[in-house]
């Protein structure tokens, strides 16, 4: 199979689908690899690098996107949507729940398309979205500490406080992956912390893991307003597989909150958590000021760190990605429940329910299409 690898064109992404070392697993597996020119350049993969493990450089992204899988980073963005054909496999991040004209321009062209993100085990667990949910709930907390620096329009806190003066409080909304890591650089500077779930054996995990160092709190409206009025710094970290994110934090408690407090909502590339979050932000102009509250809403914080990102990205989907290349899709499906999972259009079809509802689409099963 010929596999291309485009340089990804997202406001500061300079992550990349696939290292040297990736490469070189799939020309072992036998498959051709073409590289978009200075696709890894910027995180210290050259185009040597790349040729030296068997790719093939390539002058443009219209040459990468005729090949008969994509692996990328990022969802696709408008200006990519010509590229599409049919039959082409796309292995990446989509996102589709809240981006109806993506959906539409995959179902259209009929495109294979895998999303990392809702590849799930039988144990429940997304295994290509963990390590970005690690970056950016680590992400999260250095960013909300940064924000609530006078400096940089915040009200002044120092998370960790110091002796003779309390530390910031952090309340982390959702206690998944993303939560955890928050939660875990909160503690390591000393803040406040709280985490809202609405799984009660995740709380518990939590409190076990944590050892007493975080309050978990169960999640219900009342409980979510009391910890977002006292927080200084709020972490959006909810997630329903494949879903539009629940908007849990609503307009009247970011009222309440005071004045320079600081909202990081990871969950914006489901489409957000925050009421007040109406936009999607960029690593350029990472913020806007809502009642007085500064709103974070970068839907590719990994990409800041990308060189850390993409090794960590490409360990686990380099694996899943072999299997689809070197079987194809239906065989991989077929085999690999978790995969399955994966394929949210196929053949004009969506085939991942959360998506159809959310755009209006007959959903179909994939095994009914896969027999
Ligand atoms: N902005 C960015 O650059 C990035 C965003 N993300 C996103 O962060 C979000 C969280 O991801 P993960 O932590 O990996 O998901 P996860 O599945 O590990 O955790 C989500 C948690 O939300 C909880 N939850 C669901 N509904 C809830 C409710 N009503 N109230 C309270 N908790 C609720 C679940 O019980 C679960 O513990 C996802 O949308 C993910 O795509 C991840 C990486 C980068
Ligand atoms: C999860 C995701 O979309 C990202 O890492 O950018």
């Not at 072992?28 to 040729?51: M, N, P, R």
């Not at 489901?270 to 007085?292: F, L, N």
């Not at 053949?347 to 027999?371: F, K, N, P, R």
């Amino acid at each position: 199979m010929i596999i291309g690898v485009p340089k990804e064109i997202k406001n500061n992404e300079f992550r990349v689908g696939m290292t040297p070392s990736s490469v070189l697993s799939y020309k072992k597996a036998g498959h051709d690899i073409i590289v978009e020119t200075l696709a890894g350049q910027s995180i210290g993969f050259t185009d040597e690098d790349y040729t030296e493990a068997g790719a093939t450089i390539v002058a443009s992204a219209a040459e990468v996107w005729t090949a008969d899988m994509v692996v990328k980073v990022k969802e696709p963005l408008p200006e990519e949507y010509g590229y599409f054909h049919e039959g082409l496999i796309l292995y990446t991040y989509l996102h589709l729940a809240p981006e109806a004209e993506l959906t539409h321009a995959l179902a259209h062209n009929k495109v294979t398309a895998i999303a990392y993100e809702t590849i799930q085990l039988d144990n429940g667990s997304l295994p290509l979205l963990t390590p970005m949910s690690e970056v950016a709930g680590r992400m999260s907390v250095q960013i909300g500490a940064h924000f609530l620096e006078k400096a940089h329009g915040g009200k002044g806190i120092l998370l960790g406080g110091v002796p003779g003066v309390e530390p910031g409080k952090v309340a982390v909304i959702g206690g998944g992956i993303v939560g955890a890591n928050a939660a875990k650089m909160a503690i390591g500077l000393g803040a406040d912390v709280s985490i809202v779930d609405l799984n009660p054996d995740r709380l518990r995990q939590l409190d076990d893991q944590f050892q007493g160092r975080v309050k978990t709190i169960m999640s219900n409206p009342y409980n979510i307003a009391e910890v977002v009025r006292r927080a200084d710094l709020v972490i959006g970290a909810v997630l329903i597989p494949g879903a539009r994110a629940p908007r849990l934090v609503t307009e009247d408690m970011v009222k309440m909150m005071s004045p320079g407090s600081v909202i990081v909502d990871v969950a914006i590339d489901q489409g957000g958590s925050i009421e007040t979050i109406d936009r999607i932000t960029t690593h350029d102009q990472p913020t806007y000021v809502k009642h007085g509250v500064i709103h974070y809403a970068v839907a590719n914080m990994p990409g800041a760190v990308a060189r850390t990102s993409t090794l960590a990205l490409t360990n686990v989907t380099t694996p899943y990605g072999l299997q689809i290349a070197s079987k194809g899709y239906v065989r991989t499906a077929l085999d690999n429940k978790a995969i399955a999972k994966g394929i949210n259009v196929v053949a004009g079809h969506v085939t991942y329910q959360a998506v159809a509802e959310a755009h209006g689409y007959t959903y179909t099963d994939i095994y009914s299409l896969l027999q």
